[in-house]
């Protein structure tokens, strides 16, 4: 398997009868699939797209997703998807950036597509993906292109909490290389029963879960847009679910529902969670709600899954992030660029051969600023716990100095979710005449609760240095996210570092 494109070619060579994919009553097997590759590249051929044009691909979870995605790399283009949560401006705003030769649409999606291309800076071919068509019985040859493996295959844009998001350029040797290593290090099997219940046009859903699962021959059930947890668990139940991957929130949501005892999950026996830290609380309900292995991924756009916290870590280090996968690279280093020693707090920085990205898109500065010899800079602080383990406890941009005392949000927002009442909080730095910057939690309360400021300081008083107390706190309806579902800290923020000509 040298290219992404080999993933059907491959499967459909090794077990053509075999279910590769299933989206609700809509089976496809490997040879299938390959099949309806092969057909949908010949559409794009037909359509003018060529080895090293940009496809962009806007869809939601469906079976036509991953028959565009192989038609695409396939052909030796690039794939480019887009998250269907944008807003019409955003989604032009990357359609402008990454210059796609065609737009490829989902049903469902042709409005927001329609009302995007009114920012088009220049026209974009629109075809619409019709499951008639890819599914046609018409045969086509595999496309007669010779791919690289260290061409690139895809642009994901990163989800731009700090600003606009960037493009991330990454090989087909590279994501090869990031599914290696997952598929290794999460215990994956060709027997497993894989459930994608995160969007495909994240990475989550299509470069660890998906493309691991499928490279290795699983089956992979896809779950329609949105997470229910009855439908969830219910699929589980239904198809003898044997691994999946979840964020932290969607273990929230599972647990909070209630409705764990009215199935039966015994059939799922390894849980992949990651994206965001995990409070000790959920990750002590979460053992007890589910007799599953659980394997945390570490990793982001820029390098790929690069660490894993092991079943057989849950112990010891239950609540750390994990240690690098055994062909990663990692180093958390001082300011200065050293190592830091056991205990210390440093930036975690990646090598970026042989997973890591090739640069950003058409921004060589921010490429210049992330990739220093060799090494990405992940932006992700880190306490060096020993023996190769580290516990992520801030973004570096969100780390905050108050009276000469590093302050890391996140170990406040840890806190602060431990609360009864609590149902989202954000921890950021407003300006202080005396320290500097002082903390400020923006709290959404669970149902009615009727928190006060009061007992929410007194709360972190008795569980953190006196430092670390918020100064202020916000009750809010909702806090501010992007499209990927990430809170935006910088609209948090800007209020109150208006007119300042530092903003800290």
Same mark, same amino acid.
């Given at each position: 398997?040298?290219?992404?494109?080999?993933?059907?070619?491959?499967?459909?060579?090794?077990? @053509?009868?075999?279910?590769?994919?299933?989206?609700?009553?809509?089976?496809?097997?490997?040879?299938?699939?390959?099949?309806?590759?092969?057909?949908?590249?010949?559409?794009?051929?037909a359509?003018?797209?060529v080895?090293?044009?940009?496809?962009?691909?806007?869809?939601?979870?469906?079976?036509?997703?991953?028959?565009?995605?192989?038609?695409?790399?396939?052909?030796?283009?690039?794939?480019?998807?887009?998250?269907?949560?944008?807003? @019409?401006?955003?989604?032009?705003?990357?359609?402008?950036?990454?210059?796609?030769?065609?737009?490829?649409?989902?049903?469902?999606?042709?409005?927001?597509?329609?009302?995007?291309?009114?920012?088009?800076?220049r026209?974009v071919?629109?075809?619409?993906?019709?499951t008639?068509?890819?599914?046609t019985?018409?045969g086509?040859a595999? @496309?007669?292109?010779?791919?690289?493996?260290t061409?690139?295959?895809?642009?994901?844009?990163?989800?731009?909490?700090?600003?606009?998001?960037?493009?991330?350029?990454?090989?087909?040797?590279?994501y090869?290389?990031?599914?290696?290593?997952?598929?290794?290090?999460?215990?994956?099997?060709?027997?497993?029963?894989?459930?994608?219940?995160?969007?495909?046009?994240?990475?989550?859903?299509?470069?660890?879960?998906?493309?691991?699962?499928?490279?290795?021959?699983?089956?992979?059930?896809i779950?329609?847009?949105?997470?229910?947890?009855?439908?969830?668990?219910?699929?589980?139940?239904?198809?003898?679910?044997?691994?999946?991957?979840?964020?932290?929130?969607?273990?929230?949501?599972?647990?909070?529902?209630?409705?764990?005892?009215?199935?039966?999950?015994?059939?799922?026996k390894?849980?992949?969670?990651?994206?965001?830290?995990?409070?000790?609380a959920?990750?002590e309900?979460?053992?007890?709600?589910?007799?599953?292995?659980?394997?945390?991924?570490?990793?982001?756009?820029?390098?790929?899954?690069?660490?894993?916290?092991r079943?057989e870590?849950?112990?010891?280090?239950?609540?750390?992030?994990?240690?690098?996968?055994?062909?990663?690279?990692?180093?958390?280093?001082?300011?200065?660029?050293?190592?830091?020693?056991?205990?210390?707090?440093?930036?975690?920085?990646?090598?970026?051969?042989?997973?890591?990205?090739?640069?950003?898109?058409?921004?060589?500065?921010?490429?210049?600023?992330?990739?220093?010899?060799?090494?990405?800079?992940?932006?992700d602080?880190?306490?060096?716990?020993?023996?190769?383990?580290?516990?992520?406890?801030?973004r570096?941009?969100?780390?905050?100095?108050?009276?000469?005392?590093?302050?890391?949000?996140?170990?406040?927002?840890?806190?602060?979710?431990?609360?009864?009442?609590?149902?989202?909080?954000a921890?950021?730095?407003i300006?202080?005449p005396?320290?500097?910057?002082?903390?400020?939690?923006?709290?959404?309360p669970?149902?009615?609760?009727?928190?006060?400021?009061?007992?929410?300081?007194?709360?972190?008083?008795?569980?953190?240095?006196?430092?670390?107390? @918020?100064?202020?706190?916000l009750?809010?309806?909702?806090?501010?996210?992007?499209?990927?579902?990430?809170?935006?800290?910088?609209?948090?923020?800007?209020?109150?570092?208006?007119e300042?000509?530092?903003?800290?």
């Amino acid at each position: 398997m040298r290219v992404l494109g080999d993933i059907p070619r491959l499967g459909a060579k090794r077990h @053509p009868d075999r279910v590769a994919l299933v989206f609700g009553d809509d089976k496809l097997t490997y040879a299938e699939l390959d099949a309806a590759a092969n057909r949908f590249a010949a559409i794009l051929a037909a359509n003018g797209v060529v080895a090293g044009d940009r496809v962009a691909l806007l869809d939601e979870n469906t079976s036509d997703f991953p028959v565009a995605v192989f038609a695409v790399l396939k052909l030796g283009a690039i794939l480019v998807p887009l998250n269907f949560r944008y807003t @019409p401006d955003e989604l032009a705003y990357v359609v402008n950036d990454a210059t796609p030769r065609c737009l490829l649409v989902g049903q469902g999606l042709a409005a927001l597509a329609g009302q995007a291309s009114a920012g088009f800076a220049r026209p974009v071919l629109r075809i619409e993906l019709d499951t008639s068509v890819l599914r046609t019985p018409t045969g086509a040859a595999p @496309p007669e292109v010779s791919v690289d493996p260290t061409q690139i295959a895809m642009v994901m844009y990163t989800s731009g909490t700090t600003g606009f998001p960037k493009g991330v350029l990454f090989s087909h040797a590279a994501y090869l290389t990031s599914i290696t290593a997952i598929a290794l290090e999460g215990d994956l099997r060709e027997t497993d029963r894989v459930l994608v219940s995160l969007p495909l046009f994240h990475n989550g859903g299509l470069n660890a879960l998906m493309n691991p699962a499928l490279a290795l021959g699983a089956c992979a059930f896809i779950a329609a847009k949105g997470f229910v947890p009855q439908t969830v668990l219910g699929w589980v139940e239904q198809h003898r679910i044997t691994l999946t991957m979840f964020v932290p929130t969607m273990l929230a949501m599972l647990i909070a529902s209630g409705e764990l005892p009215r199935f039966d999950t015994s059939s799922l026996k390894k849980i992949w969670y990651g994206s965001s830290p995990i409070t000790p609380a959920l990750l002590e309900q979460v053992r007890t709600a589910f007799q599953a292995q659980l394997y945390q991924f570490y990793g982001m756009t820029e390098t790929g899954m690069n660490a894993v916290l092991r079943p057989e870590h849950h112990d010891r280090w239950a609540h750390c992030t994990g240690r690098e996968v055994f062909c990663a690279d990692l180093r958390i280093v001082d300011a200065h660029g050293q190592d830091v020693a056991v205990g210390e707090i440093g930036e975690i920085i990646s090598r970026q051969q042989p997973m890591g990205m090739v640069g950003y898109m058409g921004n060589e500065r921010a490429t210049a600023e992330t990739i220093v010899d060799g090494w990405i800079h992940t932006g992700d602080l880190a306490r060096n716990e020993g023996e190769g383990i580290f516990t992520v406890v801030d973004r570096k941009k969100d780390m905050l100095i108050s009276g000469a005392e590093n302050v890391y949000p996140k170990e406040i927002e840890v806190v602060i979710a431990e609360l009864a009442g609590v149902l989202e909080v954000a921890v950021f730095g407003i300006p202080d005449p005396v320290y500097g910057e002082a903390v400020c939690a923006a709290i959404v309360p669970r149902g009615a609760a009727g928190l006060t400021e009061q007992e929410v300081v007194a709360w972190c008083a008795q569980r953190l240095a006196g430092y670390k107390k @918020p100064k202020r706190v916000l009750f809010l309806d909702a806090l501010p996210k992007n499209a990927a579902g990430k809170v935006l800290k910088h609209v948090l923020k800007a209020p109150f570092w208006e007119e300042r000509e530092r903003r800290i």
